[in-house]
């Protein structure tokens, strides 16, 4: 069991990476984890756009351009990490998600509409917010691809929230999605 464990946190004391490693002890498998802030991953521009397409038409998808593409796509089961910024993610995230979204590699068109060529039957998405989530664009663009695009069934979310609200219990906020992970895997 190959499990891809994408971590888009930046912060050295994030409590959502905790969250992740914890919901990693719980899962079985070999974890190959990408570091997105010590990755150089770059947003597509028109010479890179313009490469990319000349490799899909070529259908050279062993080219080192789509390496995270393939990642993705042989993974068996797939964690990520991202807290709530903005409504949404930290863009490192969008970019990794811009690299992976292959037409050849993690998806292919037919007439027209996306079917998926992951191998991932479900994705986790670990998430926490300072405040609440009252409209989560992250998780659920995520959740979107996973199962429009990806073609990964099942996806899971785990949240803590209002961590940030003043006298808030962020020990007793994060513990309480640690029993929810426990519950889920049998810890
Ligand atoms: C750039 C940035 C944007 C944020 N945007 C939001 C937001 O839109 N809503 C919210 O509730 N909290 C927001 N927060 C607070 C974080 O979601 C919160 O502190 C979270 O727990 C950080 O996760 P971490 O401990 O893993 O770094 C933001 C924090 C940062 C640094």
Not at 159 to 165: F, I, Q
Request: include cysteine; glycine fraction near 6%; hydrophobic fraction near 40%.
């Amino acid at each position: 069991m190959k499990i891809l464990f994408i971590n888009a946190c930046v912060r050295t004391e994030s409590r959502t990476l905790e969250l992740a490693q914890y919901l990693l002890s719980g899962l079985d498998g070999e974890i190959t984890k990408i570091d997105l802030e010590k990755e150089d991953i770059l947003p597509l521009k028109e010479k890179t756009l313009e490469k990319r397409e000349q490799l899909v038409r070529a259908q050279k998808f062993d080219d080192t351009f789509f390496h995270y593409a393939r990642e993705f796509a042989e993974a068996d089961e797939i964690v990520m990490a991202a807290p709530y910024w903005d409504l949404s993610f930290p863009s490192l995230l969008k970019i990794y998600l811009e690299a992976v979204t292959v037409s050849g590699v993690t998806f292919q068109y037919d007439a027209g509409v996306p079917k998926g060529m992951c191998h991932a039957k479900r994705l986790f998405y670990v998430t926490t917010a300072g405040g609440p989530i009252f409209a989560d664009f992250g998780y659920s663009y995520v959740k979107t691809l996973a199962e429009n695009f990806y073609g990964i069934g099942e996806t899971i979310c785990f949240k803590a929230e209002n961590l940030d609200v003043e006298g808030a219990d962020v020990a007793a906020l994060i513990g309480k999605t640690k029993k929810e992970m426990e519950l889920f895997c049998g810890l």
